[in-house]
């Protein structure tokens, strides 16, 4: 069946330009080069900082400052090399995923005309079928990233995104997802959408808990480190 891994998410509310969202994957390449943009700054996951996450347990925390810590639902695994993984894992229930409920800012309609950044880490083995990297779930009015169901490409729902795959600026739909190792995916958004108040938890590696589309519909297949 294959397998989508994780490894690092960060969340800006702001739009990053270009040369921000370049630095950021450049810092990322080193690894160990701590810096990147702060400013904006309020969700920084990261599947291989012992801080973040020790090996163990239900929460994965922000190392931001921001204290948006997300809970880990269902038999989702980890591994050091590799991050999080088996989304797909859980046929039944409310399904396998990582989520925070009550984000404390709806990213793409209360910034004040700054918008947002995601920037994830990760890597799809599969093609076909809608797979959830993260989001809420009305890609019109909230956040909808995915890897489309037709050709594997990267997605986002709504207009006025801006997409990258490693610092490159790329139109959606057009990159291929499947199979091409871990990547350092960008997007950024100014304000699009009228809803305030997200009704579904931030989610990431599947639909969010009582999504309409089924709260196990999406399921990343692969990691997110």
Do not use: C
């Not at 370049?22 to 904006?40: E, H, L, M, P, T």
């Not at 991050?83 to 309609?109: A, E, H, M, V, W």
């Not at 699009?192 to 999406?218: D, H, K, Q």
């Amino acid at each position: 069946a294959g397998q989508h891994e994780y490894h690092l998410l960060r969340m800006y509310s702001r739009r990053l330009t270009d040369t921000e969202v370049v630095s950021n994957y450049q810092a990322f390449k080193a690894r160990f080069d701590n810096n990147i943009v702060r400013y904006g700054l309020i969700l920084d996951l990261d599947a291989g900082n012992p801080y973040s996450y020790a090996g163990a347990g239900t929460t994965w925390y922000d190392v931001s400052g921001a204290g948006n810590d997300f809970t880990i639902q269902g038999n989702v695994t980890w591994n050091a090399t590799n991050g999080f993984s088996n989304f797909d894992g859980n046929s039944t229930g409310s399904g396998n995923k990582i989520y925070r409920n009550s984000f404390p800012q709806n990213l793409k309609t209360s910034q004040g005309g700054n918008g947002y950044t995601i920037i994830v880490v990760a890597r799809s083995t599969v093609f076909g079928g809608w797979r959830k990297l993260i989001g809420n779930w009305d890609g019109d009015n909230y956040i909808d990233l995915y890897q489309n169901n037709t050709g594997a490409t990267w997605h986002q729902d709504g207009s006025g995104e801006t997409l990258y795959v490693d610092g490159v600026q790329v139109n959606n739909d057009t990159y291929v997802m499947d199979n091409a190792g871990f990547h350092f995916y960008g997007a950024t958004n100014l304000n699009n959408g009228s809803v305030t108040n997200p009704a579904y938890a931030l989610t990431i590696g599947n639909e969010p808990n009582s999504s309409p589309n089924g709260t196990n519909a999406y399921p990343w297949i692969g990691n997110i480190a």
